[in-house]
């Protein structure tokens, strides 16, 4: 387990053994786990919006790409 991103508004965690990855999008508490090719091309698709210095409008427009697959309620322990 390796935490990737934790923010204000969104929290990753990757889970390589497993081919997964866990987003919480903490403005809504909803999360989900990706896992095989949705986890690959989700990890593919962040680590390009980081290194394009992804900011505002960008990241944006990636949280909504995704948030219809966040369904799961966020439980913090």
Same mark, same amino acid.
């Given at each position: 387990m390796q935490i990737v991103f934790n923010d204000p508004v969104l929290y990753i965690v =990757?889970?390589? *053994?497993q =081919? *997964? &990855?866990e &987003?919480? =999008?903490k403005r809504h508490g909803l999360g989900a786990l990706l896992r095989d090719e949705a986890a690959r091309r989700? $990890? $593919?698709e962040f680590r390009s919006l980081l290194d394009s210095d992804g900011e505002g409008e960008a990241y944006d427009d990636f949280l909504t790409r995704y948030? *219809?697959?966040l369904t799961q309620p966020a439980v913090y322990h």
């Open positions: =990757d889970y390589p *053994a =081919d *997964a &990855v &987003v919480i =999008d989700f $990890r $593919r948030q *219809a697959l």
